[in-house]
């Protein structure tokens, strides 16, 4: 493959897309299925942002180095491991956490990330169709008129993440009922998301709709930027990663937003891979994580793997190994995280996740081929139980 491309989505539920079996269908996302291998059990690495992309970019968990707000220097961005093999890379995204200032800018060509630019209050990021326009005159320049250097591009949209303010075209798509304006979609922000505050069913479900009308508009902007591909004649050229950081909770278990919770509406995240050659889409059913997304795009490149790589590529599908799947992160409620916060982690294997929490010192576990939505605790009852705690105890406060 000559090129690869990583889109992100911040905040998109597995459940939110239409090829996933979500409730408002996802038509252009859909409508790709033929050309994608479409990961069913995929888990991201953390539950937000700040614990998710360290396996994204750089195939490692969260707290592998310590609670370091700045990137570590011993990890290794996937943008490094391929600008040294003369590959041009360029990222483009509007997310603070994945900053300069937090040092993801190691190893790109070309990094955008929006921190200079005016946002305001109810869109506090530089929204999908600004970011596709910069893709596109950075394309147009990188390919010029001839050939041109295969590359990799990574793009992070963020216009699913609260505030939900989304316009009223997409929300005529998902409840044309909803007549609310930009200042009382924003005060249910404040007043709800912000304060976590669920006591209200019709009010969470109503954020809910938001949230859908903000994942059709992205779903727009995905199809847009295929065009773009295609206008660039590139599209037939790349294989493309498309998945999330972490999703978001609608009152699924006492909360709203994405704190440090482990349960699948935060961490079951989707994963495609397109790739324009093939023939026939394909579901896996393979329990894989985020951290699997730098070794798989080596593995596009036909290059060889990265010691410092914790996953293992998603491709070919039939030497993918059977594991379990890991994740950690600071057990923070609302938007910062604080000092003396503790750890919670999380670890699947077959069809058993096992979740630990340092706060309460609490263990839960849920059989999710019986109970996908985790309401049935089975940490006293289930004979998984001790092997399971065995796994994950070593990695909880090792650093």
């Keep these: 493959m000559k090129n690869v491309i990583l889109l992100t989505i911040d905040t998109l539920r597995k459940d939110a897309l239409g090829c996933y079996g979500g409730g408002n269908p996802t038509p252009f996302i859909d409508s790709i299925q033929d050309k994608c291998v479409r990961f069913t059990r995929a888990y991201s690495c953390g539950p937000y942002t700040q614990a998710a992309f360290p396996g994204i970019l750089t195939s490692s968990y969260y707290l592998e180095y310590g609670r370091q707000k700045v990137l570590s220097e011993k990890r290794v961005l996937i943008s490094q491991a391929l600008n040294t093999t003369g590959i041009t890379t360029a990222g483009f995204h509007s997310n603070p956490y994945l900053s300069a ?215 070919p599908l039939q030497g993918y190994p059977i594991k379990g799947s890991f994740g950690e992160a600071v057990d923070k409620h609302g938007s910062h995280e604080k000092g003396e916060e503790k750890e919670v982690h999380y670890y699947c294997e077959g069809d058993l996740k096992i979740i630990y929490c340092e706060t309460d010192d609490s263990w839960e576990l849920y059989d999710l081929n019986s109970d996908p939505q985790e309401l049935n605790n089975i940490i006293q009852t289930s004979h998984g139980a001790e092997p399971m705690k065995q796994k994950l105890t070593p990695r909880v406060r090792r650093y």
């Excluded at 005016?118 to 010029?144: M, Q, R, T």
């Excluded at 998945?243 to 937003?257: C, I, N, P």
């Excluded at 482990?262 to 891979?273: D, H, Q």
């Design 101 to 315: 200032y937090f040092g993801w800018n190691r190893g790109w060509d070309v990094f955008y990330d929006s921190m200079e630019d005016e946002v305001d209050d109810k869109v506090p990021y530089i929204k999908a169709g600004e970011i596709n326009k910069k893709v596109a005159a950075w394309l147009s320049s990188h390919i010029g008129a001839g050939e041109y250097r295969a590359f990799f591009l990574w793009l992070h949209y963020m216009d699913i993440h609260e505030p939900y303010v989304p316009e009223r075209k997409y929300i005529d798509m998902v409840d044309p009922s909803i007549r609310l304006d930009e200042e009382e979609m924003f005060r249910l922000f404040k007043d709800v998301v912000l304060k976590r505050d669920v006591s209200d069913k019709g009010t969470v479900e109503l954020l809910r709709k938001l949230y859908g009308a903000h994942v059709r508009e992205i779903d727009d902007a995905v199809r847009e930027f295929f065009g773009i591909l295609e206008q660039c004649n590139v599209l037939k050229d790349s294989a493309i990663v498309i998945t999330s950081d972490h999703g978001d909770e609608f009152g699924e278990h006492g909360g709203v937003s994405h704190d440090g919770k482990m349960y699948s509406e935060l961490v079951n995240v989707p994963l495609l891979i397109y790739e324009p050659s093939r023939e026939k889409g394909k579901v896996s059913d393979l329990l894989v994580s985020t951290l699997d997304i730098p070794p798989t795009i080596l593995y596009l490149f036909g290059l060889n793997p990265v010691d410092a790589f914790e996953g293992c590529s998603l491709l």
